[in-house]
């Protein structure tokens, strides 16, 4: 399990509630040596295309080609931790599921594609239902941090998931394409009858992953704004996860020594 951390302060309450959590050094080191190298480097995704191949690549020569190209990054974004702290973290803590990496999509390393960051299911006590998700990893000293604000700050973001249904459409259709013959389907069958009933019927999470002293001030606009006029069906969430001071500028390194040494 991911650590869960320590409570610092909580807001609000449905539709939209916050909270920040803290975690030491030992919780970090914890979650790096766990899920979060194997999501960041998606060695569940290396595992099956190689289980794939198992009849193709045949010769040596054939198999090291093929460890040549699923070989592991050295070129990791502190962001791209971030996100795979946050995703490990729902996964644990809120029951979540995201079954189709963002980083699968990409057309060259180290892009950001639109949409959503996270994309899955959560299994509440009606079954399950779609989840969306925005992250934002930030070391700057303000609060909120700057990632907040703009055209692709979390505001932005998690408002438009709650108000735009095309947005959440093209989210569906993403899940769908996908969907044929994975272990998943039937969760995305569930959570789809839900969402065709009510299209609002999701849950959303802002997180934002940060390394500084916890401050309420980083969620408490935020909750309230998004609390005013939300759907009915809508849930959302926003958690803060502070890290030990310094440790978002040694993020990729950490996860890179995972690998170091026949680390997995």
């Known amino acids: ?22 975690w030491n050094d030992e919780d970090l080191n914890a979650a790096i040596n766990g ?5 960041v480097f998606d060695d569940q995704g290396k595992a099956e295309i190689k289980e794939l191949l198992a009849g ?11 460890a040549e190209v699923l070989a592991d990054s050295d070129d990791i974004e502190d962001w791209r931790v971030g996100e795979a702290i946050a995703e490990a973290y729902l996964t644990d803590h809120r029951d979540c599921q995201f079954p189709w990496p963002d980083g699968r999509d990409e057309r060259k390393n180290g892009s950001s594609l639109p949409g959503a960051d996270l994309v899955g299911f959560q299994h509440d006590e009606n079954g399950d239902r779609f989840v969306f998700g925005e992250v934002k990893t930030s070391a700057v000293t303000n609060y909120p941090p700057g990632v907040v604000y703009g055209r692709t700050g979390l505001k932005q973001q998690l ?9 959440r459409h093209t989210l569906f ?24 009933k009510n299209s609002y019927d999701v849950q959303l999470f802002g997180v934002l992953v940060r390394d500084v002293y916890p401050h309420v001030d980083d969620l408490r606009v935020r909750v309230d704004k998004l609390s005013n006029g939300c759907p009915s069906g809508t849930q959302i969430e926003l958690l803060a996860l502070y890290l030990p001071a310094g440790a978002i500028a040694n993020l990729a390194s950490q996860v890179l020594a995972t690998r170091e040494g026949g680390g997995s």
């Not at 609000?12 to 959590?21: E, Q």
């Not at 193709?56 to 054939?62: G, H, K, M, P």
């Not at 408002?159 to 947005?167: A, G, N, P, S, W």
Request: charged residues 25%.
């Open 173 to 196: 259709e993403y899940l769908g394409y996908r969907a044929q013959n994975a272990p998943w389907l039937d969760c995305f069958k569930t959570a789809s009858k839900r969402y065709l």
């Open 159 to 167: 408002e438009d998931l709650r108000d735009k249904v095309k947005i």
């Open 56 to 66: 193709v690549a045949e010769t040596d020569f054939e198999q090291e080609q093929l």
């Open 1 to 22: 399990m991911m650590p869960v951390g320590t409570e610092c302060y909580s807001l609000g309450k449905p539709p939209c509630a916050g909270m920040g959590r803290i």
């Open 35 to 39: 899920q979060v190298s194997a999501l």
